[in-house]
T-cell receptor
């Protein structure tokens, strides 16, 4: 069964600090992995998308890494800001399927405190 | 341009009542998806529409759930005889096409509470 596991479930850090969120998946054959940011009361918004041939991708202060051999990904947030407080969701898709067959993780709830 | 919109933003209903949730996708997007997000759970796929093709209903949890998409645009998700376990946030997303290279854009969701 395709699964996406995220850790930690929740994280609290001080404003200005860095943090790293983890994602492990069992989806096979793998096609691509996405990280979404979901603010409270809003829908998820895409941060990055990586195919199996990419091992790092940045979007501003967000940097995602992918190791397709170990089926692991991480999202690193640099110099955190209060607006980074949100849930971060890892989403994996299998090869040969469309957007309707995505597997979603349960998310990491990140709280930035001043 | 306008994003995906959903209404109502919140809905409280009594057990056994029917509810209708509405989704307005981004204009020109042929693919539309409904998801359910329960507390502490990942997004659960419910149903998707692609153009004029028959919808993929494989994710609907029971026959109390149904959805329509009129004119290839607006979609409504109907839950009949609601149960307390139906309480969740219902998210709608749209994309230009169902293929993976096309980004999904999510609406803000409808929070449904069944009392």
């Amino acid at each position: 069964k395709n699964q996406v596991e995220q850790s930690p479930q929740s994280l609290i850090i001080l404003e200005g600090k860095n943090c790293t969120l983890q994602c492990n998946y069992t989806v096979s054959p793998f096609s691509n992995l996405r990280w979404y940011k979901q603010d409270t009361g809003r829908g998820p918004v895409s941060l990055t998308i990586m195919t199996f041939s990419e091992n790092t991708k940045s979007n501003g202060r967000y940097t995602a890494t992918l190791d397709a051999d170990t089926k692991q990904s991480s999202l690193h947030i640099t110099a955190s800001q209060l607006s980074d407080s949100a849930s971060y969701i890892c989403v994996v898709s299998g090869r040969g399927f469309g957007n309707e067959k995505l597997t979603f993780g349960t998310g990491t709830r990140l709280t930035i405190i001043p | 341009g306008a994003g995906v919109s959903q209404s109502p933003s919140n809905k409280v209903t009594e057990k056994g009542k029917d509810v209708e949730l509405r989704c307005d996708p981004i204009s020109g997007h042929t693919a539309l998806y409904w998801y359910r997000q329960s507390l502490g759970q990942g997004l659960e796929f419910l149903i998707y529409f692609q153009g004029n093709s028959a919808p993929d209903k494989s994710g609907l949890p029971s026959d109390r759930f149904s959805a329509e998409r009129t004119g290839g645009s607006v979609s409504t998700l109907t839950i009949q005889r609601t149960q307390q376990e139906d309480s969740a946030v219902y998210l709608c997303a749209s994309s230009l096409d169902r293929r993976q290279g096309y980004e999904q854009y999510f609406g803000p969701g409808t929070r449904l509470t069944v009392t």
